[in-house]
């Protein structure tokens, strides 16, 4: 069983569109995060969400959108998608923000063209 | 906010060799991690580790919180060991994780 998943893999798309990315985690945690890694493999973090309540909203702009319908899943929207947008964007998970470490998804890879 | 920076940015080795990577930290963390990005992407946690030393297999990890860095061993390199490693911390509350740019690293076989 995968630990954290997420969908699609692959994501290419035209400027404008509307995406969603989903995670999901079997690991029990009740931390979930969204990061973005840009070309120059430099991550940030966009989103965290614990409990299902948004703690950490970095600055992203509010084309991005997270949803989290419990605490195994975080769901990722975007709208009106931009040239800049592209770039893999990873979802992870932690028990708490302080207790052990953040499990990883395996990314989405995002083009927008 | 902490800024984070990791040394070497790259690093060439021959398999067998060892070698040290370096994380600084501008301010008190109560949340440090070491992450292998490989090849393929994916992002492996390797060292949950705040502060202290440990050690699984090959790689061991040191953090002196007290002087604010981290760093990363490894032993007998392996061409599998090929990729960025990437430090991470967090302060107050442990929720907002900072990244630092990474040491990308060949073994060569």
């Known amino acids: 069983d995968t630990a954290v998943s997420q969908t699609p893999k692959y994501l290419v798309t035209q400027m404008g569109n509307d995406k969603s990315i989903k995670c999901e985690q079997n690991?029990?945690?009740?931390?979930m995060y969204w990061y973005k890694q840009d070309s120059k493999k430099f991550l940030k973090i966009m989103f965290s969400y614990n409990n299902k309540e948004l703690i950490i909203n970095e600055t992203v702009p509010n084309r991005f959108s997270p949803k989290s319908p419990d605490k195994a899943h975080l769901n990722l929207h975007i709208n009106s998608l931009e040239l800049g947008d592209s770039a893999v964007y990873f979802c992870?998970?932690?028990?708490?923000?302080?207790?052990?470490?953040?499990?990883f998804g395996p990314g989405t890879r995002l083009t927008v063209t | 906010g902490i800024q984070v920076e990791q040394s070497p940015p790259d690093l060439i080795l021959q398999e067998g060799a060892n070698s040290t990577l370096r994380c600084n930290f501008s301010?008190?963390?109560?949340?440090l991690q070491w992450f292998h990005q490989n090849p393929w992407g994916q992002l492996i946690n390797l060292f949950y580790?705040?502060?202290g030393t440990k050690q699984n297999g090959r790689l061991s990890a040191t953090t002196v919180a007290t002087e604010r860095y981290s760093l990363l061993y490894i032993s007998s390199s392996q061409t599998t060991d090929s990729g960025v490693y990437f430090c991470a911390v967090a302060g107050t509350g442990g929720f907002k994780t900072i990244f630092g740019a990474g040491t990308r690293l060949f073994v060569k076989a």
């Open positions: 580790i705040p502060s």
């Open positions: 690991l029990g945690h009740d931390t």
């Open positions: 301010d008190s963390v109560n949340n």
């Open positions: 992870a998970s932690s028990q708490g923000g302080q207790a052990g470490g953040q499990y």
